[in-house]
């Protein structure tokens, strides 16, 4: 790298006092590196060990393979029925969703070599609205399932980003991924998937300033680490010094594409899963069945609430199931709480506000704040939708 480039991040290292904040996303596999040991057990619920054969990624794998592979070369008829369905419903997902796959892959390549601090330099210190669009903007940008979001996020909460900050980055994230935002433009279409990204802002962003309020009238603790944020990394310097940095070659993209692959496997052994759960789903419950129970109406967005709270799913293994809410049950309020509240109820996440808070009021707080807004606007999309 540049000297310009290791000029910027040695900076970036000073203001944030952390050893670990020189490391690019590429370093740390999609979890944050520098998660204290005590969290490793969380974060491997997520992202593969290296040490390890990643045994989600390749039984969910190979039963996609083998479902898609079956239904190409074995006519209907041959099979029992339950068995020819299933392997038709992995090949409508494939189909639907491999090239959104495909250019997730790269894209996890790209952002593998963009530093966290960039995405990180976007909060600054100042509190309010101004803070919590910044925070919410940076949860946006970063590439992590919602496991390893959480530990980036209270990495946050550590170098003294504000509670609200923190919650707005933490519930704007989870599903929000570029990689993630491709598979389910492929899924359900650029419009909806646009409405709900826009939608999940104004939670993060709404339920950012109710932290705020609450923390201001002393109903939830202050964050004991603001006196310790140093100054805000100067983000277009940092860019500038980046972009200035790269070396043009076919090697870079070689490199990308290889990265991309990597890196992914985070994200497709939760795609596979999800694919699977969306398969089995399909063979257990027909269309009528399925409407009936999670259709568009006061009862069903019941049903989805209860599923995405007991299903411990990953925000990549819930878009084929919210896919399925949105066309199968022509219910997108539905699928939009699939998303949002199965992230806002989420244990892990939840044990690990309280431990790192070390306030029980701050981690119940996350589904009391976001879940009636997540409900509310399901209601509303689906009467309109």
Not at 57 to 70: D, H, K, M, R
Request: charged letters at 15%.
């Amino acid at each position: 790298m540049p000297s310009q480039t290791g000029q910027v991040m040695s900076e970036v290292s000073s203001t944030s006092g952390d050893a670990h904040s020189q490391q690019l996303p590429g370093d740390e596999g999609s979890c944050a590196s520098d998660k204290p040991a005590k969290h490793a057990e969380d974060a491997s619920a997520c992202c593969p060990s290296e040490r390890k054969r990643d045994w989600l990624l390749w039984i969910c794998g190979s039963i996609v393979a083998l479902g898609y592979a079956t239904h190409l070369i074995i006519a209907q008829g041959i099979l029992p029925d339950t068995v020819w369905h299933f392997s038709h419903a992995i090949f409508e997902f494939l189909n639907t969703m491999w090239w959104g796959l495909v250019l997730g892959i790269v894209f996890v390549g790209i952002l593998n070599r963009v530093p966290r601090e960039l995405v990180m330099g976007v909060l600054g210190r100042k509190d309010g609205l101004g803070g919590i669009l910044r925070a919410t903007g940076a949860g946006l940008l970063l590439d992590l399932c919602s496991h390893g979001i959480l530990l980036v996020g209270m990495k946050l909460y550590e170098r003294g980003a504000s509670l609200g900050q923190t919650m707005a980055f933490l519930i704007a994230s989870p599903w929000n991924s570029i990689s993630l935002t491709i598979i389910l433009v492929a899924l359900i279409g650029i419009k909806w998937t646009l409405v709900f990204i826009a939608l999940s802002g104004v939670i993060a962003i709404f339920s950012g300033m109710i932290f705020e309020k609450l923390v201001a009238a002393g109903a939830l603790p202050d964050n004991p680490h603001r006196a310790q944020m140093g100054e805000p990394v100067d983000f277009w310097k940092t860019l500038k010094a980046q972009w200035s940095g790269i070396t043009w070659s076919p090697s870079l993209f070689r490199n990308i594409i290889v990265d991309g692959f990597s890196e992914s496997r985070m994200i497709l052994r939760w795609v596979f899963l999800g694919i699977v759960l969306a398969g089995l789903i399909r063979v257990s419950m027909t269309t009528d069945t399925f409407t009936a129970y999670f259709g568009p109406t006061l009862f069903g967005l019941a049903m989805t609430l209860v599923v995405t709270t007991i299903i411990e799913v990953c925000s990549e293994g819930s878009s084929p199931i919210a896919a399925d809410l949105l066309t199968r049950a022509s219910a997108p309020g539905n699928a939009f709480t699939f998303l949002m509240a199965g992230a806002a109820t989420d244990y892990t996440e939840i044990m690990g506000l309280k431990e790192r808070t070390g306030s029980w009021k701050i981690a119940l707080f996350l589904p009391l704040v976001t879940v009636p807004q997540v409900l509310l606007l399901g209601y509303i999309l689906n009467m309109v939708g």
